[in-house]
């Protein structure tokens, strides 16, 4: 089934860059692409980027200059970097399969990958 | 804030109907599908809705969507207590560079 498996949880100080790794499995990597969602604890779901099957990138004007979203095809894998981190970075990161549809379906959603930020 | 505005909260007793509301603009909603989320306790989120009112394989008939306008509402019937969670609505944003993801603040159903 398609399945996407997110790294492990990450504890980082402030100023210290994270990158989270996403695996997928089940289906076709290349034939979609992948967005990252983050929710902050009790927050709502804010959209972070994606990047297509072509490595094209599209990043929300909140994390531009922090965020770097690439992918490795041969290991079906995407990574989500974040740099400059503060306090309110941290939440629960999310990788989702974009199902290609016109709008933002995104399904499955990885189990989600906790990062704290604290001195 | 959210661009899309949805209720922090809605209730309701087992076999109800209860309706979840989203509101937009001309440049998201107005423009856009409407795509809606569940969010169980602890989980992440599924998705519920697409296109609308369009269900995803799996998803029960009891969830219906629908828009008009610069509006988007999700209408959950027979409630049980199962569909307790955290809603989310999404739709692009049309921008002058592209169109963004965006996402409702969440409504967070009781179910009592």
């Known amino acids: 089934q398609v399945q996407l498996v997110q790294s492990g949880a990450e504890v980082k100080t402030p100023g210290a860059s994270v990158k989270l790794s996403c695996k997928a499995s089940?289906?076709?990597?290349?034939?979609?692409?992948m967005q990252w969602v983050r929710q902050a604890p009790g927050q709502r779901l804010e959209w972070m980027g994606w990047i297509n099957g072509d490595s094209n990138r599209r990043y929300s004007q909140k994390f531009q200059g922090r965020i770097t979203i690439t992918r490795d095809t041969s290991a079906n894998t995407a990574y989500m970097e974040l740099s400059s981190l503060r306090s309110e970075d941290t939440a629960v990161y999310y990788c989702?399969?974009?199902?290609?549809?016109?709008?933002?379906?995104?399904?499955?959603w990885g189990q989600g990958t906790l990062v704290t930020v604290s001195s | 804030q959210s661009v899309l505005t949805q209720p922090p909260s809605a209730s309701g007793t087992p076999g109800q109907t209860v309706t979840i509301s989203c509101s937009g603009s001309?440049?998201?909603?107005?423009?856009?599908?409407v795509y809606w989320y569940q969010q169980l306790p602890g989980t992440a989120p599924k998705l519920l809705m697409y296109s609308n009112d369009q269900r995803p394989s799996g998803v029960p008939d009891r969830f219906s969507g629908s828009k008009s306008g610069t509006s988007a509402s999700l209408a959950i019937s027979g409630l049980r207590s199962e569909d307790e969670a955290d809603y989310y609505c999404a739709t692009w944003d049309d921008t002058l560079s592209g169109q963004d993801v965006v996402f409702g603040g969440g409504t967070k159903l009781t179910v009592l």
């Open positions: 989702a399969r974009d199902l290609g549809i016109v709008g933002p379906a995104f399904d499955p």
């Open positions: 001309s440049s998201n909603i107005g423009s856009n599908s």
């Open positions: 089940g289906y076709i990597f290349s034939f979609h692409t």
